[in-house]
């Protein structure tokens, strides 16, 4: 007898089930108004993986960003949604152009900045003249940078002090009075600073002491302010390339191009645009767990 009665009860269940899904189903299908699950909407509470790349809304301040690099990591937030861009470069005429690139091609309201980026005083107005104009920042991207290739002995101290100033120092300085901003408003934000592979390994032949050491500090700079400024919501990283095939690179194309993508075991240079899904991670909630890391991306040079 009790058998008999848990069998009713588990048949009763089973047909109660079924309505349920029967009902449900109807419901899907005769509602056409909207999709079931909308593109772009959480499934089961969590966010949609593509939407967390999403900057809608969002300020990105780029120095060097004119051209090279830079400019190509610029089109690549731009894509993403930003509602503001400012490109920060010692050269007007590329400066300008490049925002109205990126204003045509995106409709993003991009404003350029004429800077030098060794300039303290210069620097904190120029970022609160960003603020002022497009309201605030949320992304600074430090692509500012040169290079020289001069022999050790040779390099005269004006010159080595030049690299460091720029490349390190400029660093620095923009990044201290962007941060400075981000914490005031206390919405967090991120820093991405462009390091190098030659900041982690001496790439031969180039003499080039200067710049692989201004990149190594870069790299620890960025570090440093990761564990700082984490409690401020500010998540700092590095992007460090391999050989790209930049305006800078083309400079020394008949000395060591050939050198270059030999020791390259994908056997070319890197494109700029092969920077921009890296920049746009690191900008983006994507990377919301990740502060202190450099990525290289190098063709696998540094795996040699």
Partial sequence: MATASIQIVLEQDSILSQQIVNERSMVATNDDSEPAVPVGASVGGKRNVFDMFSLDGRVAVITGGARGLGYSMAEGLCAAGLSGVAILDLQSDLGERACEQLYSE?????????????????????????????????????????????????????????????NL??????????????????????????????????????PQC????????????????????????????????????????TTFEGEYFHEWKSRTPMGRLGRPDEL????????????????????????????L
């Avoid at 003249?129 to 430090?142: F, K, W």
């Avoid at 290739?149 to 080595?160: D, L, T, W």
């Avoid at 620095?172 to 982690?200: D, E, N, T, Y």
């Avoid at 921009?276 to 190098?298: E, K, R, V």
Wanted: charged share 20%; proline share 2%.
């Fill in 106 to 166: 995106f409709g993003v309201s991009a404003k350029f900045y004429r800077l030098d980026v060794r300039d303290e005083i210069a620097v904190q107005d120029t970022m609160n003249s960003v603020v002022r104009d497009l309201g605030r920042i949320d992304i600074l991207i430090l692509s500012a940078g040169v290079a020289d290739i001069v022999h050790a002995e040779e390099y005269s101290p004006e010159k080595f002090r030049r690299v460091i100033d720029i």
């Fill in 169 to 206: 120092n400029g660093s620095f300085l923009c990044a201290q009075a962007a941060g400075k901003l981000m914490i005031a408003a206390g919405r967090g934000g991120s820093i991405v600073f462009v390091g190098s592979m030659s900041g982690s390994i001496v790439n031969w032949p180039n």
């Fill in 210 to 249: 200067a710049y692989n050491s201004s990149k190594a500090a870069v790299i620890h700079l960025m570090k440093s302010l990761s564990a700082e400024w984490a409690k401020h919501r500010i998540r700092c990283n590095s992007i460090s390339p391999g050989y790209m095939d930049t305006p800078l690179n």
């Fill in 276 to 303: 921009a899904g890296c920049a746009l991670w690191l900008a983006s909630d994507a990377s919301s767990y990740c502060t202190g890391s450099d990525i290289l991306i190098d063709g696998g040079y540094t795996v």
